[in-house]
C-alpha cells in the first residue's frame, strides 16, 4: 500500500496560451516589453497555488530572470511554469516563454502569421509564491 502524497506533487506542469495584441507594443518593430512576460508568469503561478494548494497565493520574488528573444505583438506565445520545490509555505517554480507563432504582415496581407518550425524560448525564470 502506498502512502498518500503529502502537499504538492513536485513536477505539476501549468501551461497556458497567449496572443499578444499590438496595442501592448512599446517600442519599435513592435516589441513589447519584458514585464508583458512577468505578468503572464504571475497568470501561470496562480493557476498552479489554485491546483496544487487551494489557493491563489502571493508572488514572493523572482531568483532569476532571462530575457533570450524579443516577444513582439502578433506573436502566440506558450507560458508554461514547473513546480520544482516545495517547502511548508513556498512553492519554488520554473517558468519559460515560448514564441510559438509569429505575425508576418505583408502590405497585400496585414493579418497573416505563421507557426514557427521549433518554439523560440524568450524569456525565463525561476521564482518562489507563498500559499497560507
Known amino acids: 500500500m502506498t502512502s498518500p502524497q503529502i502537499g504538492p506533487e513536485i513536477g505539476t506542469k501549468v501551461v497556458h496560451r497567449r496572443?499578444?495584441?499590438?496595442?501592448?507594443?512599446h517600442y519599435a518593430g513592435n516589441l513589447v516589453d519584458g514585464a508583458y512576460s512577468l505578468g503572464l508568469?504571475?497568470?501561470?503561478?496562480?493557476?498552479?497555488c489554485i491546483r496544487t494548494d487551494g489557493d491563489e497565493g502571493?508572488?514572493?520574488?523572482?531568483?532569476d530572470v532571462q530575457f533570450?528573444?524579443?516577444?513582439?505583438?502578433?506573436?502566440?506565445?506558450?507560458i508554461s511554469c514547473e513546480l520544482?520545490?516545495?517547502?511548508?509555505?513556498?512553492?519554488?517554480?520554473?517558468?519559460?516563454?515560448?514564441?510559438?507563432?509569429?505575425?508576418?504582415?505583408?502590405?497585400?496581407?496585414?493579418?497573416?502569421?505563421e507557426m514557427l518550425a521549433e518554439?523560440?524560448?524568450?524569456?525565463?525564470a525561476r521564482g518562489t509564491v507563498v500559499v497560507p
Open 19 to 25: 496572443y499578444v495584441p499590438y496595442s501592448h507594443a
Open 41 to 48: 508568469f504571475g497568470d501561470v503561478a496562480t493557476e498552479m
Open 58 to 63: 502571493l508572488f514572493a520574488s523572482y531568483d
Open 68 to 78: 533570450k528573444a524579443p516577444v513582439r505583438a502578433g506573436d502566440v506565445l506558450e
Open 84 to 113: 520544482i520545490k516545495a517547502g511548508t509555505r513556498s512553492r519554488v517554480m520554473e517558468f519559460a516563454v515560448y514564441v510559438v507563432a509569429r505575425g508576418a504582415a505583408t502590405e497585400a496581407s496585414p493579418g497573416a502569421a
Open 119 to 124: 518554439p523560440v524560448l524568450a524569456t525565463f
